[in-house]
């Protein structure tokens, strides 16, 4: 039987990294936050074996540090088995196969993941994936959400240049297209930093001219306030607390409906959990 070759992958982060059954993989660093789920996927070459599906894959802390700050240096180990089948005829180089662990939500800090791939009570190889975890999120938030209990609504969110402010805050735009206490098309914008995954500030509309060719002399208007919070991977909250009487305050849940293109694509939280052990 031939040594499976794997790929160690960290799903929210799109980062993936060769590995021969001999080797291990280099360590690389990842951003994602606090509010994403956390993947690793192992995924192999082989005739004659695949994941055990009845051994849910186990993964032990085994070293952590807090700082002041909330921040921390930790190191796990994860175990994934695989199982062996007879019978099996390989003509060729298979297609690869691959199975998601799901490390849930992290604190903030270094995590240094060693992923042990056993068969039976032998490890066959082992391999190492380090990333952070931070309170920001990645500019995969930029693009258009929705909530499909109100189609035909919608908001596109931008995460914004850094050099475009002085104060070097990192600031988001959000533009929301709604409608007005009589049911007439508007749109909302705010711009402002995130804190906490939330962006909140002044939501601004403008009163002008019909629609023409020619210049327009608009006229901006404070229309409330309003919010956006990211939940995690494609999920958001909106908030609103309008000026107007007859618009009563509210909130929707989000997902995210596109991207721009070239962003790399969040990967929400796989099926397949791992046994935390003390």
Known sequence: MSMPKSIALLAAALAAANVSAQSAVPPRTEVISTRDQAAIAVSYYACYESFDEAFTPEARTIHAVQYQDGTGNYRHTLRVRLRQETGVICPGLPPPASTSVGLGLLPAG???VNVQVTNSDTTVQTFEQVFHVGDSVQDWVSG?????????????????????YPDDQQKYSIYWATHDSEGQPTWLLTTAAMTDFVVEGQAISTDGA????????????????????????????????????AIADGSIEVIQLARPVGLPACVSHPNVDAIWLE
């Open 144 to 164: 258009a959400w929705y909530s499909p209990e109100q189609n035909g609504r919608g908001l596109f969110l931008t995460k914004l240049p850094l050099a475009a």
């Open 110 to 112: 270094y995590h240094r």
């Open 210 to 245: 019909p629609l023409s060719a020619e210049p327009a002399f608009l006229q901006p208007r404070v229309w409330g306030e309003l919010a956006f919070e990211y939940l995690g991977c494609g999920k958001g909250r909106l908030s609103w607390d309008g000026n107007d009487p």
